[in-house]
T-cell receptor
Framework: GESVGLHLPTLSVQEGDNSIINCAYS??????FIWYKQESGKGPQFIID?????DKRQGQRVTVLLNKTVKHLSLQIAATQPGDSAVYFC????????????FGKGTHLIIQP | DSGVTQTPKHLITATGQRVTLRCSPR?????VYWYQQSLDQGLQFLIH???????AKGNILERFSAQQFPDLHSELNLSSLELGDSALYFC????????????FGPGTRLTVL
């Protein structure tokens, strides 16, 4: 079946640099996308979401970009901090649907001092 | 803290046994979703309940079942356990059956020996 996938399993960045985590999705019917952060031993934590009628959305230190043409989603984290170390998942859904989220495999973000 | 609680935090049992995992949603949330997270399958949606009724099923095995009670807490029952059922089990809640913003609990780590 169709699923959300991630390009890289691990991303290592220097503290203070910007991080970019990528995600490819394949279900063209999906119109809602979310980024979650999962720290070790914890459940996924909502970071930011975007609907398909937008191509960019900004939060605090985070920006999500959506390119529907190539079915690509990215999460940009500005001025990466040690507390940003975690596994990041993108997830997709259909607005108005009752199904649960479809998650990608996850990218492990490692912050180097 | 998401406001979603899950018990127990850890569970160790033997093959062939049956266990029950419990989830209390955020105050006011009527929807509960169950997910399984394993190393090989990632985060997968199992089942969704809204206000006591089943709304959608995902990749849930026939050996697994769930229910949501009048006080809105939910239980996930896993029976005839196999080694491959060892995983993290998360529940998430949302305000209504069409809310894509889901808040995850801390999870229950199940180990089947």
């Amino acid at each position: 079946g169709e699923s959300v996938g991630l390009h890289l399993p691990t991303l290592s960045v220097q503290e203070g640099d910007n991080s970019i985590i990528n995600c490819a999705y394949s279900n063209s019917a999906s119109d809602y996308f979310i980024w979650y952060k999962q720290e070790s031993g914890k459940g996924p934590q909502f970071i930011i979401d975007i609907r398909s009628n937008m191509d960019k959305r900004q939060g605090q230190r985070v920006t999500v970009l959506l390119n529907k043409t190539v079915k690509h989603l990215s999460l940009q984290i500005a001025a990466t901090q040690p507390g940003d170390s975690a596994v990041y998942f993108c997830a997709e859904n259909i607005i108005g649907g009752a199904d649960g989220l479809t998650f990608g495999k996850g990218t492990h973000l490692i912050i180097q001092p | 803290d998401s406001g979603v609680t899950q018990t127990p935090k850890h569970l160790i049992t033997a093959t062939g046994q049956r266990v029950t995992l419990r989830c209390s949603p955020r105050s006011g949330d009527l929807s509960v979703y169950w997910y399984q997270q394993s190393l090989d399958q990632g985060l997968q949606f199992l089942i969704h309940y809204y206000n006591g009724e089943e709304r959608a099923k995902g990749n849930i095995l026939e050996r697994f079942s769930a229910q949501q009670f009048p006080d809105l807490h939910s239980e996930l029952n896993l029976s005839s356990l196999e080694l491959g059922d060892s995983a993290l089990y998360f529940c998430a809640s949302s305000a209504d059956p069409f809310s894509n913003e889901q808040f995850f609990g801390p999870g229950t780590r199940l180990t089947v020996l």
